[in-house]
């Protein structure tokens, strides 16, 4: 007879805050309403054609269709290279120094299980995307959860955090640009971050998904610190810069030990990724980038719209430098309501669907995540709704 009590590793997990939210839409949408969704943080543009037509054109072959290899194909990994190369003058082994991923998540996710002992310690933002601290919890970790309203704040949390756990963290978790809040750094963060893990004999995992969506000057890696390759390992996407989001291309890049550890466990749960993904891939990375130009201008103007226009709705919204969101201070008339409360409440009477900052840890509270997942128009149109709502 089975039982029914929860499985250990499920019971780890909080009740999942977005559902709730989720549930309103779903109901609502299925009762004819228009909600325009800023709640996601999907790319809402197509891949750009190049990309698609070497996908077309290798899945044509026979020989593509067979398993491919779990830490990626070769030739994907020196394309990876050469981009690291290009952007930031960081060198790379392909061979020894990268992973192919099936989208970053994955790779966190399975850089967690290959790193993490029962007990061991992570550092993780808070609030902060869910796998930052969730992958950890599942391989057996404790999450130790720092404060990180602000980078500054963040990292000198951290160094106290150090002195007062009670074993040595394992490894600290940094997401630059920030999802949710849209933070940036500049590359002396990544050099007091390098030297702070090496005085403590700590592993620095950088979250870069985000990397080339940004508005003014380009966010750094913590690779391009001298000596980071010793400590550090960076996960990075294809996901948001190509808005290849379903396609799940990935990369795990730096400390050869990591990278080694991370390519020992996909080798026993994967094949990598359908090998004419990965030859897309390569396309995108090596092909032109004007169309990663063109999608980052039209995040630009979109937020720009956002931010003028939820103003003249009578909500101030503070400017994102980078990434595809922006973090919102829930309205003092409404603050009293919670996240969670507030985004239902928008949904309902509204038509707007947000993210509540809830969602991403109790750091978050009081926040909420807009994504710039919608043209021009339905953004307008979403401020017309709010101002509507604010007014009564």
Excluded at 111 to 120: F, K, N, S, V
Excluded at 202 to 227: H, K, M, N, R, T
Aim: with cysteine; proline share 7%; charged share 25%.
């Amino acid at each position: 007879m089975a039982t029914k009590e929860e499985f250990h590793r499920i019971k780890q997990l909080p009740p999942y805050v977005f559902e709730e939210v989720n549930k309103v839409k779903a109901r609502l949408r299925s009762a004819g309403r228009d909600i325009i969704d800023l709640g996601m943080g999907n790319p809402d543009m197509p891949t750009p054609p190049h990309i698609v037509d070497k996908l077309v054109e290798t899945a044509r072959n026979p020989k593509a269709h067979r398993y491919s290899a779990s830490r990626g194909i070769i030739g994907l990994r020196r394309a990876i290279a050469r981009y690291y190369e290009r952007r930031f003058d960081v060198a790379l082994n392909p061979e020894t120094e990268i992973v192919a991923t099936i989208g970053s998540k994955e790779g966190f996710a399975n850089l967690a299980q290959a790193i993490t002992g029962p007990g061991d310690v992570i550092l993780s933002p808070n609030p902060a995307y869910p796998i930052h601290a969730y992958g950890f919890i599942i391989a057996g970790g404790v999450i130790l959860a720092v404060p990180a309203l602000s980078p500054e704040q963040y990292l000198s949390d951290v160094s106290i955090a150090i002195g007062r756990s009670h074993k040595t963290p394992r490894a600290m978790v940094f997401n630059y640009p920030s999802n949710p809040t849209a933070q940036t750094v500049a590359l002396d963060f990544y050099k007091d971050a390098v030297a702070l893990a090496k005085k403590h004999d700590i592993i620095i995992l950088s979250d870069l998904a985000y990397g080339e969506i940004y508005f003014d000057a380009p966010p750094p890696s913590v690779l391009q610190v001298e000596g980071a390759k010793e400590v550090a390992v960076e996960i990075n996407s294809l996901s948001k810069t190509f808005a290849m989001a379903g396609w799940r291309v990935g990369m795990a890049v730096g400390d050869e030990r990591f990278i080694h550890a991370l390519a020992r466990v996909k080798s026993y749960l994967d094949y990598g990724a359908f090998t004419p993904i990965q030859v897309a891939a390569v396309a995108a990375l090596d092909g032109p980038w004007d169309c990663v130009e063109e999608m980052r201008a039209t995040y630009k103007r979109r937020r720009d719209v956002l931010i003028e226009h939820f103003a003249r709705a009578g909500w101030a919204i503070p400017t994102p430098n980078a990434s595809m969101f922006a973090w919102a201070p829930i309205p003092e008339k409404f603050a009293h309501m919670g996240s969670v409360e507030f985004a239902k409440m928008l949904m309902e009477e509204a038509d707007v669907a947000v993210a509540p900052g809830r969602g991403f840890g109790q750091y978050g509270e009081g926040y909420v995540r807009i994504g710039l997942v919608e043209n021009q128009q339905r953004i307008r149109q979403a401020a017309r709704n709010l101002k509507r709502l604010f007014v009564r």
